[in-house]
């Protein structure tokens, strides 16, 4: 094992400074690598946090929309070892949330190194450890919820290098944009639902939202209430489910439901509450996949759709529901199916992608070129190098990211700790030969 030092090339001002972390580096400062960290940290498992943002969770501070709540009821969200205050209301909001992530890096003394953008990853096998390069801006080490250990500066880029190295940079590490014939010729504005920020921005527009999962429909729901006129493309099949059934949590209800029964079971339940309480989706536009909403979300990730209002607009055609787009014109675009329609501006609500395959050397082929574990099983948190683990790429929410942060922490802390006897053996007869010499 080594220890925790920093080394500069004299050689030449922009060589990249190494820093040798006796312990695991965690690259991700959201959810899923806050979790990771705390509960190495637990083992007694020294653990630095890798971050390309000025912060801990970005994505929820800088990229989401002003009304945004979490989805699923608080208990499911909370990460290990603090739940969250009693006082929080079931779905918190925004920045209820990210206090709650602030609290969380500060409780457990977390160790970060900011505005550090990993731009390679690699397992050095002679030196059994990896080797981790990033590009720096504004370089500095923090700890302990936010104090200053350490500033550098003058270099372009640094080095790390550790035994175990934690892939949690999440599922939605970029914006996901797709090229539209025609976007160029039109002359409004076109921004991802990462920059979108209040409906109040755009009272009295024409506003068209791409995209039918939970950000464009709460997006749309959005605009309308802030006298928009929003139109929604939906492109392809979505399972539509009411936030709550019955007063209760349908996530909540569906957990409940899958301890007992089996998850086509399940699924029938959902889709015949849904029709029951919404009527047929299909009529507005809306067609179900041929998998069920929980069988769907655990073959390919995709989450359905939980309803907080959306619907009943788009039933009193308040929000339009539109086809694919064809192709964009200098004033509003035209459809698959041929209408013609104005627009002031255009929301892509496209989602987001793993951003792994462009930094990691992954040498044993454990990532598909989408950036998630090629085979996910119960297991995907641990990849096939040498060393390396991932925390919240397993498409099970933060509910998954919990279950991989401990899981990780167990066994990484078993590896640190043998190596720490192992190390122990090996010095303790040189220093018995040591003594007998004086």
Not at 176 to 183: L, Q, S, T
Not at 244 to 250: A, D, L, N, P, R
Request: net charge positive; charged share 20%.
């Amino acid at each position: 094992m080594f220890k925790m030092t920093t080394q500069k090339n004299t050689a030449a001002a922009l060589a990249p400074a190494t820093t040798f972390w006796n312990g695991a580096i965690v690259v991700g400062a959201g959810p899923s690598g806050l979790a990771t960290a705390a509960c190495l940290e637990l083992k007694g498992v020294p653990c630095l946090i890798l971050e390309k943002s000025d912060g801990i969770a970005s994505l929820w501070k800088h990229k989401t929309y002003d009304r945004l709540h979490l989805h699923i009821p608080k208990q499911f969200c909370e990460l290990p070892h603090l739940p969250f205050p009693e006082d929080y209301p079931t779905y918190p909001d925004r920045q209820q949330f990210v206090d709650y992530l602030e609290n969380y890096a500060t409780r457990f003394k977390l160790d970060f190194r900011f505005n550090e953008q990993v731009t390679a990853a690699a397992f050095d096998s002679a030196a059994g450890h990896w080797k981790i390069t990033t590009r720096n801006t504004n370089n500095m080490l923090l700890g302990g919820g936010g104090l200053m250990l350490q500033q550098q500066g003058g270099t372009a880029s640094s080095e790390f290098r550790a035994r175990w190295l934690v892939v949690a940079s999440g599922e939605n590490a970029e914006a996901v944009c797709p090229v539209i014939p025609g976007a160029a010729d039109f002359k409004g504005p076109v921004l991802h639902s990462s920059q979108y920020k209040s409906g109040a921005d755009y009272k009295g527009r024409n506003v068209l939202v791409v995209g039918a999962g939970n950000s464009g429909m709460e997006i749309a729901l959005d605009l309308f209430n802030f006298n928009a006129r929003p139109s929604l493309v939906v492109r392809s099949p979505v399972h539509i489910l009411p936030r709550e059934v019955f007063g209760k949590s349908t996530f909540a209800v569906a957990m409940r439901l899958l301890k007992t029964f089996p998850i086509w079971f399940t699924d029938s339940l959902l889709v015949w509450y849904t029709w029951a309480l919404m009527g047929d989706t299909s009529s507005y536009g809306f067609h179900r996949p041929a998998v069920g909403p929980m069988a769907l979300k655990s073959k390919s990730g995709k989450t359905p759709v939980l309803d907080v209002g959306t619907f009943a607009r788009i039933k009193n055609r308040d929000i339009k529901v539109v086809p694919a787009i064809d192709h964009l014109t200098s004033n509003g675009a035209q459809f698959v199916d041929g209408q013609v329609q104005q627009f002031d501006a255009i929301i892509l609500a496209t989602g987001y992608r793993s951003n792994v395959p462009q930094w990691l050397n992954d040498k044993g082929n454990f990532f598909s070129e989408d950036g998630f574990p090629r085979n996910p099983s119960p297991r995907s948190w641990k990849g096939a190098e040498t060393g390396l683990y991932v925390a919240g790429l397993g498409r099970k929410g933060i509910l998954g990211a919990v279950f991989d942060a401990k899981n990780i922490a167990d066994d990484i802390s078993q590896l640190f700790f043998a190596d720490e006897l192992e190390s122990h053996i090996r010095v303790q007869p040189v220093l018995q030969q040591q003594q007998q010499l004086r």
